[in-house]
């Protein structure tokens, strides 16, 4: 039987099986045969059809909850834990579709990559023997510590044109720049797909961006989202796919498409993708694909590109002229703060930003590539030939994956950077995520600093947990530059830089770099793959101990009760940013993303508390005041100790709360902890399912204003979300007692469908999965 199940799930999933997606898309398309937008294809290419006919007349955009089953989920080894103790308490024997986990996320940054990894294989052995182990018994293919960052692995291995793939992580849209739609979603959400439940997603609007023209000089395509990022802000690509289009999608190499597509997370967009062209088939080819080329060449035009005519069928159109497109340096502390390059001076003198550089790093899933390494190989080389032997600052560079690593060690580009200074960390995250073992400033007694990279996050303290570094993005060849230069007062396009020549200085300025789009050859480094195991693996165990305090097995939420959401205290009322690194901060934490118990102690640690007097002091960010006995303490122990006295309580949120990444332990914990809703101005998309997933309600206000309202010692209740009370599209009525006893009433929206009340009433998603596939 299992060689039956295997053969099914082989059948079933041909990734590259176009004939079959091609029916489907005709299908769709029968009662309305106007041209298709890419990604409309794309989606709808991948609708499930078993138990539906779909129409496109019957599909609205930001309505519709699309069915859909993609060709593959990957997640990375900060999400697996807990998506695979999720998958564990499902039961099921082994994955439904082809399913990869990569160890990037764990590894700290500190003395570069050969020391770093062993420290990783040290302080993670026991994640990483649950990992290597689950992937075993179930079928999933497991990339080990140091084979590379999951995004640029995926792109490597399994992106492929017309694709659909679903990722714990949210710059999974990475593979937009192989024509693949890449979702962010939550563990939740993976462990659905893996189950072979079908994947829903409400089907996102169409935002698209008509590239002409050709990038110059110093621009490159980071240029394009960073610009876009201060068009649109971290939330304006909310429930949209970014499609790009015309003559300009053609000047790109696949990997700098990737680095749009990657970085469009920070816009908040549900994806972004690129059409087949030329750069992708190259990119197939040098990665030892040309078969999957010569296949979609075959289907470019029915489904890998949009139709003549789409155009018009967009929700919105941007125009970017890359002739005209300036270099662009994004931040601090938020990547839409956009300033193109001839106005960054004048907004540094304007800010009281330290303009001194303490580190430059590049690197990331968004700007790793080996075309990004050879642009920092050319100014090294130009600044080495001009007498500049040494970077100014710490100059940190993590090659995407271990392919790229060993390419560029063969072609000499990684000891150019070292005899320049650099430091070549390893293949994976670092201080993209706060991995980062940082001793160059005084990191405890939060030093003022500034930092740049080529990284696409820069939230407060993402990368070493210090609120005030300061943290710029731009493209690699930019963080390069600063790094010879040392400080932030600087424009290469008009700026030299000084160099000392025994004594004698001269002045000395880069040139645009060179860059060369694909080695004419990748060479494949140490294998670090563990291939999925296609034999009977019921017999295999998963190395779990009970005493862990790492990996913890899952106890099911309870199902819903009625009234549980009636006089409920506020735990905080959480004012301003609210990512998931202010939910659920990263760095130190990282250790318990497997064990829930252990990770509930750092819930909003990081968010702002508006009913304390003198909130956004570090004293007391991350507080708030236990009811119980007037004290004021950390949050989760607010929580817990309303939770051990039986008191329910909720969270009352800002605008698009739950921003950043796909963490699902923004939504577990609160959950854990005791919480019953969160009743926000907006919610970031991912988050506001992962909430739903964990049995958490997510409700936001109709009257913005009336969260201007609500005081310190309020209660609340909620009514008309009981068993078959809660209706898809129908308000829910809020009354909110404050402690001289008056009363007022709100009105809250939800975005629940049908399907999703169930995940409500069984306790969470995980509940409900069990029941419909187990019985
Ligand atoms: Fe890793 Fe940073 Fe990308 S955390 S997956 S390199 S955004």
Known sequence: SCIKLINIVILQYNPLDYGSRLKTLQDVKRSNPRPLTLSEKVLYSH?????????LDDIERGKTILQLRPDRVACHDATATMALLQFISAGLPRVKIPTSIHSDHLIVAEYGAEADLRRAAGDHQEVYAFLSSAAKKYGIGYWKAGAGI?????????????????????????????????????????????????????????LGVHLTGQLQGWSSSKDIICKLAGILTVSGGKGKVIEFFGPGCETLGSTAMATVCNMSAEIGSTSCIFPYSSAMSRYLAATKRSDVAAHADLFKEQLLTADPGSDKYYDEIIEIDLSRLEPHINGPFTPDLAHPLSQFKEHMSASSWPSKLSCSMVGSCTNSSYEDLSKVRDLVVQ?????LEKVKTPFLVSPGSEQIRATAEERGILETLRQAGATVLSNSCGPCVGQWDRKDVDVAGAERNSVISSFNRNFTGRHDSNPETHSFVTSP???????FNGDLNFDPTTDSVSVDNAGATTEFRFSPPKSMELPTSFSPGDNRFQAPVLSDTSALTVDIHASSDRLQLLTPFKPWEDGKASKMDILIKVSGKCTTDHISPAGPWYKYRGHLENISNNMLLGATNSFLPDASSLEMVGKALDPTDRQTKPVPHTAKSLQRVGRRWCIIGDNNYGEGSSREHAALE????????????????????????????PLTFDDLADYDKIK????????????GELQPGKQVTM???????SQWTATLNHSYHANQIEWLRAGSALNYIKRVTLG
């Open 670 to 697: 609160p959950r854990f902890l005791g919480g019953v809703a969160i009743i926000a101005r907006s919610f970031a998309r991912i988050h506001e399912t992962n909430l739903k997933k964990q049995g958490m309600l």
């Open 735 to 741: 009354v909110i007692v404050s402690k001289d006893g």
């Open 477 to 483: 060849e930019l963080a390069t530059v600063f790094a």
């Open 383 to 387: 600044a080495k030939a001009a007498g």
């Open 47 to 55: 609708l499930i059809t078993d138990a539906k006919e779909w129409s």
């Open 712 to 723: 310190e010692g309020d209660t609340i209740s909620l009514l008309g979300v009981d068993d």
């Open 150 to 206: 999951i995004h640029i692995t995926i792109f490597e291995n399994y992106a492929f044109p017309g694709g659909l793939i679903t990722g714990t992580d949210s710059h999974t849209p990475n593979a937009g720049g192989m024509g693949m739609m890449g979702i962010g979603v939550g563990g939740s959400d993976a462990v659905d797909a893996m189950a072979g439940m079908p994947w829903e997603l409400a089907c996102p609007k169409v």
